[in-house]
């Protein structure tokens, strides 16, 4: 299975966007990518996902390069309750797998 | 319902314990999977199972035995644990389906501790 990889910790200020990268240098292009968080070892939150086209929902945004080979999630004002574990995540539909990735550690600062 | 309910939500057991870890959703999903998580590491995939079918199995040892009585229900049978098997196991499920609307949701997890 094909790896994303991700910064292992990022700090973001109260109010401020957060921008946190994926890498997934290998994924084909029939594989989605998800984004989910986990606060405290709960279960993960689904967050969003995309294909190929940035998407946008009330949670956060997806930008997708165009080669596909990155990706970007953005929360645009960063509260304190957004401080979690954020996965970036490849799905593949033909098999039905989720497969995570390394994650990064989100601290968000008051 | 958007839920996916999972018990115990701990569980301590021996080497020789024979335990079972329970999973339930309601939500008509056809697609059901069990991860392991040890403490600061990603949730690792086990096991898939794809309208009732085991259909992915990530080379688990066989001292895991799962089992999807129905389509509703995911167990998770453990005999003969080791201590490094103690970790947060994760249920979750989804639609099973091509294309977009294929997230998946997660239980909250059964911390089992193997002594």
């Known amino acids: 299975d094909a790896k994303t990889t991700q910064p292992t910790s990022m700090d973001c200020a109260e109010g401020r966007a957060a921008n946190l990268p994926c890498n997934h240098s290998?994924?084909?292009?029939?594989?989605?990518v998800y984004w989910y968080r986990q606060i405290h070892s709960q279960g993960p939150q689904y967050i969003i996902h995309?294909?190929?086209n940035n998407e946008t929902n009330e949670m956060a945004s997806l930008i997708i390069t165009e080669d596909r080979k990155s990706s970007t999630l953005i929360l645009p004002h960063a509260t304190l309750r957004d401080t979690a574990v954020y996965y970036c995540?490849?799905?593949?539909?033909?098999?039905?797998?989720?497969?995570f990735g390394t994650g990064t550690r989100l601290k968000v600062l008051a | 319902d958007t839920e996916v309910t999972q018990t115990p939500k701990h569980l301590v057991m021996g080497m020789t314990n024979k335990k079972s870890l329970k999973c339930e959703q309601h939500m008509g999903h056809r697609a059901m999977y069990w991860y392991k998580q040890k403490a600061k590491k990603p949730p690792e995939l086990m096991f898939v199972y794809s309208y009732e079918k085991l259909s992915i199995n990530e080379s688990v040892p066989s001292r895991f035995s799962p089992e999807c009585p129905n389509s509703s229900l995911l167990n998770l049978h453990l005999h003969a644990l080791q201590p490094e098997d103690s970790a947060l196991y994760l249920c979750a499920s989804s639609q099973a389906i091509r294309g977009p609307k294929t997230e998946a949701f997660f239980g909250q997890g059964t911390r089992l501790t193997v002594v």
């Open positions: 995540i490849e799905y593949t539909s033909g098999t039905y797998k989720y497969i």
């Open positions: 995309g294909l190929k």
């Open positions: 290998t994924i084909s292009g029939n594989e989605y």
